[in-house]
């Protein structure tokens, strides 16, 4: 199963410049958007700016699409981000994308890419 199955949208926030996620989204071969936080309003905002302002904690937020916020996971394991994500999105019952749809969002990584 892929996050593309799921008709939702993904994407990552960081406290780097726009510059330095484009370098980064470059180098990693990453599909999904990179919102930059430079200054950390966003971050603040959701409760994730660690100490200092130096850092983001690695938080993933699900909100639907009526904006209704359903779950936060705040222990984000890396190694196995995709496929706890996907689990949760079925646990809350997202809804999923029709097959059409899901072929033109299979550039979404899957379990085992994020």
């Given at each position: 199963m892929q996050l593309a199955e799921f008709d939702v949208d993904v994407f990552y926030v960081s406290l780097d410049s726009p510059e330095k996620n484009a370098e980064f989204a470059a180098s990693m071969g990453a599909s999904l958007p990179v919102v930059s936080d430079p200054d950390g309003e966003t971050a603040k905002?959701?409760?994730?700016?660690?100490?200092?302002?130096?850092?983001?904690?690695?938080?993933?937020f699900y909100i639907d699409s009526e904006g209704i916020l359903r779950a936060i996971d705040k222990q984000?394991?890396?190694?196995?981000?995709?496929?706890?994500?996907?689990?949760?999105l079925e646990e809350l019952n997202f809804p999923r994308r029709s097959s059409r749809e899901t072929d033109k969002a299979s550039d979404m990584p899957s379990d085992s890419e994020t």
């Amino acid at each position: 199963m892929q996050l593309a199955e799921f008709d939702v949208d993904v994407f990552y926030v960081s406290l780097d410049s726009p510059e330095k996620n484009a370098e980064f989204a470059a180098s990693m071969g990453a599909s999904l958007p990179v919102v930059s936080d430079p200054d950390g309003e966003t971050a603040k905002r959701f409760g994730v700016l660690g100490f200092g302002g130096l850092y983001s904690k690695r938080w993933t937020f699900y909100i639907d699409s009526e904006g209704i916020l359903r779950a936060i996971d705040k222990q984000v394991e890396p190694a196995t981000a995709g496929a706890d994500m996907i689990r949760k999105l079925e646990e809350l019952n997202f809804p999923r994308r029709s097959s059409r749809e899901t072929d033109k969002a299979s550039d979404m990584p899957s379990d085992s890419e994020t």
